[in-house]
């Protein structure tokens, strides 16, 4: 490697020169500078060993012009030790090189060649710098010279071991002896430093990790990239020989792409002393980032070259997915995303020539609401079918819609004998639920719901940023993606029940009757599915539907209100289970037909359920007051938590709440939805429909903490369990605001203030208290 002499830019001077000194090597000093050059050189001993003996072998093999590859050898000597060998081919060693140039710190033949990698004269030495002994055999005219080249007591030394004739070929084998420990890392070093080394033949097994010949290394005209290469970063090939990229004298991020830059000898790049990094000179640094350019713009154009035409609009939803951009060299996945940012070449979008308006970038973006108009009424997983709750259950997303036969939709009621059929077709073990959905709501033009920003199409196809009179074509473009993204939904309605499947069904009913298993309908019954408790958990789900017989004639002398409804009031009776369960209440689903026959029926505690939301009966009405209770037990969580605490100020004020508690205790449920309570509530507040036998002490509760927080907030502070000495001032302080307000306490509460108090001019008596207290 020519050794280029650096150029002084500028000589700062100060004064006139009075003489000149050259400088020169001590030889006194030579062995601490041998050792400076072979044992402390290096930061990385094993990967320098590995890089310096193999690029000797190749700088012998180019200079005899032989193109055989050299040997690179990682294995068990006889003697049962391992052993890190590299052997060439090429003008090999007689003495006479062995003493002037081996023997030589910084001696070199190869600082006038424009071909070989060497040139500071320190790479044959460089095995010292691991082990304190290695050897070489050297071939040249017909003999064979064995050396040992180790650390000596004044210098380093080469004893000359064996000398014999020879019929081989010339060249150099170095044996370098490998700790044991150090096996697996000389083995990492191998594939690290020589992956793009050419003509090399490894012959390597470390307790069976080899490393194969059959790896292929890539070449490009400014970079190229090596299956054997261990490095996840962008790095540098100096006439293949590796060095990492270093990024923060680049003034660059780290880039995470396994491909070396390439660089010929000629380029303007060196590597330092010890040849484990290059010099990174504003000259280097300058050249380094143009051919970052160079192979950034490949790769971009590589990628655009790959792009295709998309077919769907879901080709176009996977660019836009993520940043990746990648493209294949060999068997690499490159992402050429990374580089983007060091070339003037734009990324190719997607194109599908059906569709010219539409700015898929934008609409992948709100993707999740392309399916608005859908509600998601009925989901099916472990062959069941339940009703949707909740936001997440019932909205339909990009990723949901994309599942191949998980969505049907219906406009029709799903139920009897097309549900079961519907049932026969899915998998019964499928824990992926199967989404039922029908439309049931419009896009608007401009905003209309203030909940949901993108329900309009100004919002989601963002037409406020396209002339107006484009607006209707690329509403129609959009309306069109989502008849294509839908086009595979299954449709309930469409789907017809074979005959044969009927008539297999109906025959299994009449086989099960003859049988005797199945139970004939006797006249005065009622055939339906009571809501019972589930026996396991299910998601969104309070009851399941258990089929059972109603006796009329037994339903007037049951104690508790028996309320029907449809199939379609199963979603409804689901959610009032939670608070039924503490409500003399059943509710049962009847068919059309059976439901047709409870309409005839007259009788008081059989009701529609219909007729139970109208609020005129008993648990409608304790449901309500119990929610609104809870509403003010949860407000003042402090003061009914705290109710001992109340004892010594005003027994009527506890009492009144311990029995707000315990109404609500009896009577609440907070499994019921809110939303029916809510509505439940209005319906009460609207005919004033409350239970009156707690309503009143309810309302005179809610007003007196309403119009006085400070009891709350006096409370705070209190514990909930015991009163010591340095929490009665907080007693006092609340008995002084109750008093301050006007508001009804003990009259033993008084007594304090009556004998301070010497304007009423009367003494302490029963009567003076009493008609203090009634005066408050």
Known sequence: ?????????????????????????????????????????????????????????????????????????????????????????????????????????????????????GMMGLGFKSPLAYCSTFYFTCRKDGIERKYMMYEGEDVNTIDLLSETPTDERNGVKVIVPVKYNDRHTFLEKIKNQLAYFESVYFDVNVQHAIVTNEFQIHRGEHFQLSEMNTDPYMHICLDNVYYPMDFAKLGI????????LRFGLSDGLFPTPNREQLIYSSKAK???????????????????????????????????AGSNRNITIGKTIIDA?????????????????????????????????????????????????????????????????????????????????????I???????????????????????????????????????????????????RIKEFQSIVKELTKDFKDVDSTSIPQAWLDARKKKRVTTANGGNRRVKLQGEINCRLTSELQRYVHGKNSKLVPTVLKVEHLASSPLLNVYGKQSDELVFDVLYGAATKQKMKFYVLSEREHKVAQTLDIHNFIS??????????????????????????????????????????????????????????????????????AMVEVAFDKNLFDETIFTEYKAIKELLDTFPFIETTLEVLPTYSINEGNQHYLDILIYQFKYHKIRIDYTNYKLTLNEDISLGKPTTEETIEELTQNA
Not at 48 to 60: G, I, K, P, W, Y
Request: charged share 30%.
């Open 286 to 320: 300058e050249t380094i980032l143009n051919k970052l350019k160079l192979v950034a713009d490949y790769m971009v154009e590589k990628y655009n070259e790959n792009s295709i035409d998309c077919k769907d609009v879901h080709e176009i939803f996977n660019y836009y």
């Open 423 to 473: 049932k026969s077709l899915l998998p019964p073990n499928d824990y992926n639920a199967i989404k039922f959905l029908r439309k049931s709501k419009k896009f608007h033009l401009r905003n209309k719901d203030k909940q949901h920003a993108y329900d309009n199409f100004i919002a989601l196809l963002q037409l406020h940023k396209y002339p107006r009179n484009t607006w209707r074509d």
């Open 253 to 260: 991020h780290n880039i995470s792409i396994p491909i070396g």
């Open 609 to 678: 359920i219909e007729k139970f939301m109208e609020g005129k009966n008993k648990p409608f009405k304790r449901l309500v007051t119990a929610y609104l209770i809870n509403e003010l037990i949860t407000k003042y969580a402090d003061t009914f938590a705290k109710t001992t605490l109340l004892e010594t100020i005003s027994k009527k004020l506890r009492k009144d709440l311990e029995d707000l508690k315990v109404y609500h205790k009896a009577n609440y449920e907070g499994y019921c939805d809110e939303q029916v309570y809510k």
């Open 1 to 117: 490697m020519i050794n280029e002499k650096q150029v002084v830019n500028k000589v700062l001077e100060e004064g006139v020169s009075q003489g000149s000194i050259g400088m020169s090597l001590d030889l006194d000093s030579a062995q601490v500078l041998m050792q400076m050059l072979s044992k402390n050189l290096y930061s990385d001993p094993i990967g320098s060993t590995v890089r310096e003996c193999a690029s000797n072998a190749l700088d012998s093999h180019r200079r005899a012009g032989v193109t055989d590859a050299i040997v690179v050898s990682l294995k068990i000597n006889a003697e049962n030790n391992y052993e890190f060998t590299v052997e060439d081919f090429g003008t090999g060693l007689d003495a006479d090189d062995v003493e002037n140039i081996i023997s030589k710190y910084g001696k070199s033949t190869k600082r006038e060649s424009a071909t070989e990698i």
């Open 337 to 421: 995303s990374k580089l983007s940012i060091y070339s003037d070449i734009q990324f190719k979008k997607p194109e599908y020539s059906t569709y010219k308006l539409t700015d898929f970038a934008n609409l992948y973006k709100v993707k999740d609401y392309i399916f608005y108009e859908y509600k998601v009424g009925m989901e099916y997983s472990r062959g069941q079918f339940r009703q949707a709750t909740g936001y997440y259950n019932t909205t339909l997303n990009y990723v949901q819609a994309k599942e191949t036969g998980k969505i049907w939709t219906y406009d029709e009621t799903l139920a009897g004998n097309k549900k079961s059929y």
